[in-house]
Nanobody, 121 residues
Framework: QVQLVESGGGLVQAGGSLRLSCTAS????????MGWYRRTPGKQRELVAT???????NYADSVKGRFTISKDTTKNAVYLQMNTLKPEDTGVYFC???????????????WGQGTQVTVSS
């Protein structure tokens, strides 16, 4: 099974930026839609952004206009550029293959370790 590894998290002040990366052990991004999720303190996992095989993107309302998902199939990588970060963006961020049908999105496979993002006020 292809493994996904997230990186790029860290501690940043409110208003700052981070770029998260997700790399795969195999070439999957050209054949799979991908999503970034986050688990924030006291909340369940939240779908933050998705990108289809055709590079169409979608975002949660809470991050729209601030976050950008992209991919580079030549590098087997998916990215999440996060700008104008807020303390409520603090959490562990995960990338996953996703299956989208209608208005629902389902994560596929096993959850990895994620990468911690901490935004100080």
């Amino acid at each position: 099974q292809v493994q996904l590894v997230e990186s790029g998290g860290g501690l940043v002040q409110a208003g700052g930026s981070l770029r998260l990366s997700c790399t795969a052990s195999g070439s999957i991004f050209s054949d799979n839609a991908m999503g970034w999720y986050r688990r924030t303190p006291g909340k369940q996992r939240e779908l933050v952004a998705t990108i289809t095989t055709g590079s169409s993107t979608n975002y949660a309302d809470s991050v729209k206009g601030r976050f950008t998902i992209s991919k580079d199939t030549t590098k087997n990588a998916v990215y999440l550029q996060m700008n104008t970060l807020k303390p409520e963006d603090t959490g562990v961020y995960f990338c996953m293959r996703v299956w989208m049908t209608g208005s629902k999105t389902y994560a596929l496979g096993n959850w990895g370790q994620g990468t911690q993002v901490t935004v100080s006020s």
